[in-house]
């Protein structure tokens, strides 16, 4: 008998860490407002919400108790943080996941791929993106800082990016120089 309770107990227990529906559902709700962010915008519905599902996932295993998540400090920096864990992974597990970071139409806005190009285009650009940055950056934390700070067109990225426009489509861009004059 005194088994059966100490095992009543232990289930009890076990339970409770489990998160309910409700808290889980409130996790994804705040994990709707990531949608907007570059990388996230991209995805279809149905990448999105695996994309959550994952996170909120990797959520669960670290904070089991829902009552401890919630009550640490700056959780939403602690969302954040798995959330750009999730994406750092998603790019290290398939390059591919660049056309995310360089969704077609913004590298159309910038002038760095012409418009109209085909799905299959648009793969041999991504393909050789990817085959770029994976042989040029040592680590993907390295690849996103460069994307971070990146604030100039004559970045390595943007120059990767280039060069497969140009190598695939004889796509060139042409930058005029500018004169700076002191007056």
């Not at 401890?68 to 864990?85: H, L, Q, R």
């Not at 085959?131 to 970045?155: I, P, R």
């Amino acid at each position: 008998m005194a088994l059966l309770a100490v095992a009543a107990t232990t289930i009890g227990c076990t339970q409770q860490q489990k998160w309910n529906h409700e808290e889980k559902k409130a996790l994804r709700e705040m994990l709707k407002e990531y949608r907007q962010m570059l990388y996230l915008q991209d995805l279809t519905d149905e990448e999105f919400v695996i994309f959550t599902d994952e996170v909120a996932g990797d959520i669960e295993l670290a904070y089991p108790i829902y009552a401890e998540f919630i009550e640490v400090p700056a959780v939403g920096d602690t969302v954040d943080m798995f959330v750009v864990m999730q994406i750092v992974d998603e790019i290290n597990a398939d390059a591919h996941n660049m056309r995310h970071l360089y969704p077609y139409h913004y590298l159309v806005a910038e002038g760095i791929l012409p418009a109209k190009l085909s799905h299959k285009q648009q793969r041999e650009f991504y393909k050789c993106f990817a085959q770029k940055v994976n042989s040029y950056y040592l680590s993907e934390v390295e690849f996103l800082q460069d994307v971070l700070t990146s604030t100039t067109n004559n970045s390595a990225i943007t120059q990767m990016q280039q060069q497969c426009a140009a190598d695939l489509f004889d796509w060139v861009i042409v930058v005029d120089e500018v004169d700076v004059v002191k007056e």
